[in-house]
């Protein structure tokens, strides 16, 4: 692979209490998946991390969510389809109102937490989503490989850019390991680097039972919030640079 977009959840401030370091991963990322103040974030906050992705030249996307705080967005909620495709549209839109005030556009959605896994396989959920996205406009949606959204929103004429994760444990399924289980997330560096390597050069990913799992990937993401992150994302940074692949958004 000649190049690889290097993506990161980040935005999720909320009242002056990070989650992440928003500055640092800024400096490595080539593409952000801002928060929109459903699951976490707010104004202020997100406002300075569109700006700091500006300085960047990083591509922002909007993190949209469940209206869930309280649980950071990773608890389903069984939506009315048409009230979800409103919440997708309004955080789309709020997003791109601070993101024009900074001088730039929303370029892309991914979904976050639950609803992200949840269109994997819901059907409703996913109709939905694409509805909304539809309604702001054409743009890309990044998804998990295999899940019934890609095929919804490939249908309804969205470009879809396929995601892989460089800390997140896999299902021999290709879906992602539930958080409240073990293995669900990655801690070791190494190990981190590895994954993007794997991804990078094979198109491949290891699941948690030592299957080898084809993805076609075109964006890799870091969780801006898992101890560490900086650092692995350091490491990931410059194997790459090493092995002579660009960090480029798809955007």
């Given amino acids: 692979m000649a190049f690889i977009d290097l993506n990161a959840d980040l935005g999720e401030t909320t009242a002056g209490n990070p989650v992440a370091d928003d500055a640092a991963m800024l400096e490595m990322v080539s593409s952000a998946n801002v928060a929109t103040g459903f699951h976490a974030g707010d104004p202020f906050s997100i406002t300075q991390t569109v700006k700091a992705a500006v300085d960047n030249g990083v591509a922002v996307g909007a993190h949209i969510g469940y209206r869930d705080p309280a649980a ?47 269109i994997v396989h819901h059907k409703q959920q996913a109709q939905a989503v694409v509805e909304g996205i539809k309604a702001f406009g054409d743009l890309p949606v990044m998804l998990l490989p295999g899940g019934v959204a890609v095929d919804i929103a490939e249908s309804a004429g969205l470009t879809v850019i396929r995601e892989a994760f460089s800390d997140r444990g896999y299902n021999p399924d290709g879906t992602l390991v539930s958080r409240r289980l073990e293995g669900a997330v990655l801690h070791d560096p190494q190990a981190v680097v590895e994954r993007v390597l794997q991804i990078a050069d094979n198109g491949s990913i290891t699941a948690i039972d030592g299957t080898v799992l084809s993805v076609d990937a075109q964006s890799v993401c870091t969780h801006g919030d898992s101890p560490g992150a900086v650092e692995m994302l350091r490491g990931v940074v410059a194997k790459l640079a090493e092995e002579g692949v660009e960090i480029r958004s798809f955007a």
Avoid at 93 to 112: E, F, M, N, S
Wanted: hydrophobic fraction near 45%; glycine fraction near 8%.
């Fill in 72 to 118: 950071f967005g990773r608890r389903f909620i069984d939506y009315d389809p048409a009230e979800l495709a409103a919440e997708t549209l309004y955080q789309i839109g709020a997003l791109d109102a601070l993101a024009r005030a900074a001088g730039t556009r929303v370029k892309y959605v991914k979904p976050h937490g639950a609803l992200y896994n949840a």
